[in-house]
């Protein structure tokens, strides 16, 4: 077993194995950050080809991101977030809306699977859930870039047990609605989310306006959208 592995080669190994970077002070010092990667990425030397055999699975931790105040920040994402095939975006903290959806919407437009897992969001979406559901408001029903590859979503929020969808302390629920979501991705195999119930194990109001926003953006874009999904699969934290 172990043979076969030191036997892979480096580019199928890089397409394969997620690399962690973390922005994070203590516990995570031994880690490699953002500014450490794109100092090996952008070497000349490129010693440990890194342009050549990029790595397509970045689970990313702990960033706080702001384009308009880290410039490098957006550097990172322009130029490798299209190399992506998988990323994970793990405990995060977005100050600005249009930063999120730049990564997701522009940034990475070959991802395969997409897992957003517990980020902070201090942008808040609108607060009236009915707005959020008209799909009459909703101009972003028709996204100029729809990104055909991603097959994967898992979301997990860290929502109150109980919390109400018009609580604007609640910085966990995605600051994008679930209709501009789905809009850009049509051909979902698998949707995994978590934490989105109550601790009644019935379904919370953000779970209820995903599964409606899901029939929505079919109902207005087309019966292409989801027509391949397998998996709708709701766990408990």
């Not at 702990?62 to 130029?79: R, S, V």
């Not at 919370?204 to 926003?213: A, G």
Request: charge should be negative; hydrophobic fraction near 40%.
């Amino acid at each position: 077993m172990c043979t076969e592995w030191y036997n892979v080669s480096l580019p199928i190994w890089r397409k394969n194995v997620e690399l962690p970077l973390v922005d994070f002070k203590g516990d995570y010092d031994d880690f490699l950050n953002a500014d450490g990667f794109m100092a090996l990425f952008e070497s000349p030397e490129d010693i440990y080809q890194l342009k050549k055999h990029p790595f397509r699975a970045l689970k990313i931790s702990h960033w706080l991101l702001n384009f308009d105040e880290n410039e490098e920040m957006l550097t990172f994402w322009t130029k490798v977030g299209p190399l992506l095939t998988h990323l994970q975006l793990n405990q995060c903290a977005f100050e600005r809306v249009e930063d999120f959806r730049k990564i997701l919407f522009q940034l990475t437009p070959n991802l395969e699977s997409l897992d957003l897992h517990e980020n902070n969001f201090v942008c808040l979406r609108p607060s009236k859930k009915a707005a959020r559901l008209d799909p009459t408001r909703k101009k972003h029903l028709k996204p100029k870039n729809v990104q055909k590859n991603l097959k994967k979503l898992q979301v997990e929020l860290r929502l109150n047990d109980d919390a109400e969808e018009d609580n604007d302390d609640n910085y966990y629920v995605l600051p994008v609605t679930w209709i501009e979501l789905f809009a850009h991705f049509p051909n979902i195999e698998h949707v995994m989310l978590e934490s989105l119930n109550n601790k009644h194990g019935a379904a919370s109001e953000e779970l209820v306006e995903c599964v409606n926003s899901m029939q929505i953006v079919r109902d207005n874009l087309g019966s292409e959208y989801f027509a391949n999904l397998r998996e709708f699969q709701i766990d408990r934290a």
